[in-house]
């Protein structure tokens, strides 16, 4: 049986990461060649539906894949454990951080949408909800995102991946909890300490929406914006994110 999870790196600070609506654990790139296993242990996760798990059922809720990462921390025997997530993967993220209150030591999120999901109108929805079933609709999302041209294979593989790796089911269903993310009370004053990071050409998760969000719910939020990036930093500039991240979680 496939594991469930990507391990990489053995060092004290230990750190899960929760991908996106098109990625899954073997959809970081390059990104985990470049972070520092001596100093951090990285488990990139899959969840339901997505890579080695896209038999396994389920929910397929935010709240349920922040569960499923507890429940991954606690197997490895992890007391404290920092949290990465790349964007619907911030909202799982800040369930997890809700679900185990004391243990989690920083948050990071990559594009990540907030506590309020994503503002779409009608149009918006129609494209993103049909993406279930239509790989048109993906490629058209992820060219989109990028926010800037972008090479035909690069959208090809990005879409390819995410029909490889996840069930029609698991990421129609997902999108409904992410997109219509309605927490931010719950999060609002948390004293976690936060880094956003945001690809300087997304235009769906953009610099000012995550002023408004993240960087009002949480006190000890910071932002740093990635130049030549898009909505997939760990694909696009993956040494200038991987500094992001070890940069902010090495601050202990």
Not at 104 to 111: E, F, K, Y
Request: aromatic content about 10%; some cysteine.
């Amino acid at each position: 049986m496939a594991s469930s999870h990507v391990l990489v790196g053995s060092g004290s600070h230990r750190v899960l990461a929760l991908h996106g609506w098109f990625g899954s654990a073997l959809g970081w790139g390059s990104l985990p060649d470049y972070l520092d296993g001596s100093r951090y242990t990285y488990a990139f996760m899959d969840l339901r539906g997505y890579g080695s798990r896209k038999q396994v059922s389920g929910d397929f809720t935010m709240e349920e894949a922040a569960a499923d990462a507890v429940a991954l921390a606690d197997e490895f025997g992890w007391d404290r454990f920092s949290l990465v997530g790349h964007s619907m993967g911030g909202v799982a993220i800040q369930h997890a951080a809700l679900q185990a209150p004391g243990r989690v030591r920083r948050l990071v999120g990559i594009n990540p949408v907030p506590a309020t999901g994503v503002p779409l109108d009608a149009d918006g929805w129609a494209l993103f909800s049909g993406a279930a079933t239509s790989s048109d609709n993906r490629a058209a999302i992820i060219s989109f995102s990028t926010g800037a041209p972008s090479s035909s294979a690069f959208v090809t593989s990005v879409t390819q991946h995410s029909l490889d790796n996840s069930t029609v089911e698991a990421f129609g269903s997902y999108l409904r909890s992410w997109a219509k993310a309605d927490f931010a009370e719950r999060v609002r004053g948390s004293q976690t300490p936060v880094k956003v990071i945001v690809g300087e050409n997304d235009p769906a998760l953009p610099e000012r929406l995550m002023q408004e969000t993240w960087l009002t719910f949480y006190p000890n939020a910071e932002m740093e914006v990635l130049r030549g990036a898009g909505h997939y930093p760990m694909l696009e500039t993956p040494v200038a994110l991987a500094a992001c991240i070890e940069d902010f979680l090495g601050r202990e």
